[in-house]
């Protein structure tokens, strides 16, 4: 019975962090399903398990001395995926957005903070928002963050407010 407790605890231990491997296959849609020629580019992905990671980041942004406006937005995420491309070019960068566009995300906000490029998008069904990506685009790597959650214009608002302060 005692073996049978740790192999049920050892699988569901395994179960719950099976989505924070990092995999070198695309996890973002126009990435994995576009059929696009991405010409050498090096994929790295994860999937944030948020019920780990809520604790530590609301935390770490207290002890920074962020807002807890900003703490409450975390709150509200549901899901993130992380994208990291390696040798992405311009090109692809541009079809993205107009990938994007033909999906009924909008710009909501570009940010140059310390030589990088950060584009906020947001898609939105009446009030609310449940999928708001952020693109980093530094020289030759491009970082992709797609948050899901369910967000108001204001939530937004703020969190962009807040990296424009610092």
């Known amino acids: 019975m005692k073996n049978l407790k740790t192999i049920l605890l050892i699988s569901c231990t395994l179960l719950l962090l ?11 849609d126009f990435f994995s399903d576009s059929g696009y020629d991405f ?3 090096k994929f790295e992905s994860i999937n ?6 809520k604790p530590f980041i609301k935390k770490a942004l207290r002890e920074d001395g962020d807002n807890e ?3 409450d937005l975390i709150k509200k995420i549901s899901k993130v995926k ?6 992405g070019d311009p090109e692809m960068l541009a079809d993205y957005a107009k ?3 033909n999906n009924n995300y909008e710009d909501w906000a570009t940010i140059k903070h310390d030589g990088d490029n950060v584009n906020v ?5 009446g009030e609310n928002i449940k999928n708001m990506l952020i693109t980093v685009n530094s020289d030759k790597e491009l970082v992709f963050v797609d948050v899901r959650g369910n967000f108001t214009p204001d939530d937004i608002s703020k ?6 302060d610092k």
């Open 69 to 71: 406006e900003v703490v």
């Open 121 to 125: 998008r947001v898609k939105q069904s």
């Open 82 to 87: 992380v994208l990291t491309v390696e040798n």
């Open 48 to 53: 944030v398990p948020m019920f780990l990671a």
């Open 39 to 41: 010409k050498g580019a």
């Open 159 to 164: 969190f962009i407010n807040s990296a424009s």
């Open 18 to 28: 099976q989505s924070c491997v990092v995999s070198h296959r695309p996890n973002m």
């Open 99 to 101: 990938y994007l566009n």
